[in-house]
Every structure is written in structure tokens, then in C-alpha cells.
């Protein structure tokens, strides 16, 4: 079936990086764009950049812009995020998910299963 | 960059009871807008793409309406199972940007 696997939980200290993957089966990677969305304690869903997985295309949000790389590995089927000069409001679930481009929709589908990261001192 | 705002933030219901949660969009964003479920600790779930069109799996009691900037979920007869946080999420263009989030609770 179609799935998503993330890395595992991190901890990290402020000024660090931290890396998450994501590895995708059941479907041809490099047909889809792949986004990455984070959600802080208590707080909503925040979208954070893609990357066209065949092209290697990636388009950021402004707020991250300068700290997050999105990267793609097509022969391994895997996407990457890199987070850098972390801050403790980093701390957060982190997401990855395909976008599905249909006609007058697109939409996230699946996700995957999410990866804590946590900045402490 | 879009805002997205539901209300209500979150409501008490019974099982059985019509649910309807709103979803207004700074600006209009055509049919791009989406409604998925989280539970705690699961990754978020589609339930409606396109404003009204049910993802596949997924219970016909959920329903999805509305266009431009105005949008609605409704469950119709509430299950146990459907306790849980929806956001709506405009796809019409980047950054894509989700709703605050409904917490739905047991009465």
C-alpha cells in the first residue's frame, strides 16, 4: 500500500540541525510532489516547503526560508528535511506527506507517521 | 499568504448529533479546500478533497460544501469514533495554509 515512514524521534540543542526522512513505497516517487508540515505543541499545522520528487524542485515558506533544505534521494525513494540554527520553538512534530494533484483539487495523501523533534539545552 | 479561520475552535456533541464546523478563507480560493481529521498521536487523515468530494474509505455520514471562501463540514449523525480535531486547509496556492483546528468532544 501506499505509505510514508519517517525517522525516528530526535533531541537536539539550540544552533543545531536535525535531519528527518521520509521513505515512500507503494507508488512511483518521482510522480509527486512531496511537502513537509510541522506542528508545535498546541498549535495548528504549519506547511513548510515541497520538492517536486522528480524534478528536485523545492519551493519554501517565507518563515523558513534561510534554515530549511528539502532534498530527494529518487533512487532510494526518500525525501529529507534539514532544519537548521534550531530554537527551542522548533520544538515540534514534524510531517511529511504527498500531494495528490487532481483536476480542480489537490490534497495530502497519506502522511506520514510523524517525527518528534525536540530542542533542549 | 491566505489565512484560514474555522469556528467553532471546539464544540461538545452526542453521539448521533449533526455536527457542522465553518471554515472561511481570506480570500477566495475556488474548490481548494480540504478537511482532514487527527487523532492523538496518529499523522492527519483526508476526509474531504475538493471542497465536497468524500476520500475514498471514508463514511458517507461527512460531508463537505461550500465555494469561494466559505466552507462547511458536517457529520451527520456523530459516531464515537469521530471524536477527534478537523482542519480545513487551503491547497489554491503556496504556502499552503491550514485552519486553527475544531476539537470535537463527548457531551
Known amino acids: 500500500q501506499v505509505q510514508l515512514v519517517q525517522s525516528g524521534a530526535e533531541v537536539k540543542k539550540p544552533g543545531a540541525s536535525v535531519t528527518v526522512s521520509c521513505k515512500a513505497s507503494g507508488y512511483s516517487f518521482t510522480g509527486y510532489t512531496l511537502h513537509w508540515v510541522r506542528q508545535a505543541p498546541g498549535q495548528r499545522l504549519e506547511w513548510m516547503g515541497w520538492?517536486?520528487?522528480?524534478?528536485?524542485?523545492?519551493k519554501y515558506s517565507q518563515k523558513f526560508q534561510g534554515r530549511v533544505t528539502i532534498t530527494r534521494d529518487t533512487s532510494a525513494g526518500t525525501g529529507y528535511m534539514v532544519l537548521s540554527s534550531l530554537r527551542f520553538e522548533d520544538t515540534a512534530v514534524y510531517y511529511c506527506?504527498?500531494?495528490?494533484?487532481?483536476?480542480?483539487?489537490?490534497?495530502?495523501?497519506?502522511w506520514g507517521q510523524g517525527t518528534l523533534v525536540t530542542v533542549s539545552s | 499568504d491566505i489565512q484560514m479561520t474555522q469556528s467553532p475552535s471546539s464544540l461538545s456533541a452526542s453521539v448521533g448529533d449533526r455536527v457542522s464546523i465553518t471554515c472561511r478563507a481570506s480570500q477566495s480560493i475556488s474548490s481548494y479546500l480540504n478537511w482532514y481529521q487527527e487523532k492523538p498521536g496518529k499523522a492527519p487523515k483526508v476526509l474531504i478533497y475538493a471542497t465536497s468530494s468524500l476520500q475514498s474509505g471514508v463514511p458517507s455520514r461527512f460531508n463537505g460544501s461550500g465555494s469561494g471562501a466559505d466552507f462547511t463540514l458536517t457529520i451527520s449523525s456523530l459516531q464515537p469514533e469521530d471524536f477527534a480535531t478537523y482542519y480545513c486547509q487551503q491547497s489554491y496556492t503556496t504556502p499552503r495554509t491550514f485552519g486553527q483546528g475544531t476539537k470535537v468532544e463527548i457531551k
Open positions: 520538492i517536486d520528487a522528480g524534478s528536485g524542485n523545492t
Open positions: 506527506a504527498r500531494e495528490l494533484d487532481r483536476g480542480l483539487g489537490r490534497w495530502f495523501d497519506p
